[in-house]
Every structure is written in structure tokens, then in C-alpha cells.
């Protein structure tokens, strides 16, 4: 459970055949639910979290929060780039346009659910439908990085 007690999130370790990595997968409360600044310690506690391990990392979910244009929830904005601005991770499905509402795109269409990617290559992300979600599904192939 996230410490404002509205949503959670969890993660487990994958190893392959190249090595070890960690996904995790979230789903932050809505803005009406709870306050930007208890969301934004949302973030960090998922921050937190996958930063205490060094295994690279994969963070995916719906965020309930776009970064791509203003909005009033600054905190939660904030914290939510910090992990591409301070940590490294890559937004890999940044190019791809809205995530809500497949099924009704002219009522929403921002993009609130994300694919980060730290250590790890991302390649080929995809936007799809999804039957089970009014979000568009994302998806990508992770490969392991680079041997120098």
C-alpha cells in the first residue's frame, strides 16, 4: 500500500538468461482522492523503492498524471519526472500519444500511463487496444543493455 493509503503498487525480480532485473507496476489514486502532495509521496515512495535496488529497472502503470502539459497537480508532476530527470530512467512510450480514453478520445486524451525503463534497452513500444480498459494498452520488448 502507497503511504496515502489510496492505491498500491508491487514488483518482483525477473532473471533471465542475461541477468536480473526488477519490474514494478502501479496505479496512483486520482487527483480528487487525494492531495497532490500525498500522491507526490506516492511517487517517491515508488522512487524509493525501486532506487534501493541496483538490479536495472522497469516501472509501468497508470500514474493518473500526465507530464506532458501544465496541470494543477505540480507535486505530483514533479516527482513523477524526477525519475527521468534524476534517476535515468527512459519514457519509452513518450512518443506515443494518449493513453485515456481509447473509447471515447474526444472526452480525454492525455497521456497518464507510462513504460520506465532504467538499465535495461526498451525497443519497439507499441499503443494498443486494449478490450478490458477504457486506456489504450502500452507495451514494449526489454533487452538487456548494452555489453561495452
Known amino acids: 500500500m502507497l ?3 489510496g492505491r ?34 506516492d511517487v517517491r515512495r515508488i522512487q ?3 532506487e534501493s535496488r541496483t538490479n536495472p529497472a522497469v516501472v509501468t502503470g497508470d500514474f493518473n ?5 501544465p496541470d494543477p497537480s505540480e507535486q ?3 516527482a513523477i519526472r524526477a525519475f527521468t530527470g534524476d534517476y535515468g530512467y527512459t519514457d519509452v512510450a513518450a512518443g506515443l500519444g494518449p493513453t485515456i480514453d481509447q473509447k471515447q478520445p474526444e472526452d480525454d486524451s492525455r497521456r497518464i500511463d507510462y513504460i520506465l525503463v532504467r538499465g535495461v534497452s526498451a525497443t519497439d513500444p ?3 487496444v ?3 480498459s477504457d486506456h489504450w494498452g502500452l507495451a514494449t520488448t526489454i533487452a538487456p543493455p548494452a555489453m561495452p
Do not use: C, K
Not at 17 to 40: E, I, K, M, P
Not at 65 to 69: K, L, N, P, W, Y
Open 3 to 5: 503511504p496515502s493509503g
Open 8 to 41: 498500491a503498487f508491487l514488483g518482483t525480480e525477473i532473471t533471465t538468461a542475461w541477468g536480473v532485473f526488477d519490474v514494478y507496476n502501479t496505479h496512483l489514486s486520482l487527483a480528487r482522492q487525494v492531495s497532490d502532495a500525498d500522491r507526490a509521496v
Open 48 to 50: 524509493e523503492t525501486t
Open 65 to 69: 498524471q500526465t507530464v506532458d502539459v
Open 76 to 78: 505530483t508532476m514533479t
Open 126 to 128: 507499441v499503443r494498443f
Open 130 to 132: 486494449s478490450h478490458e
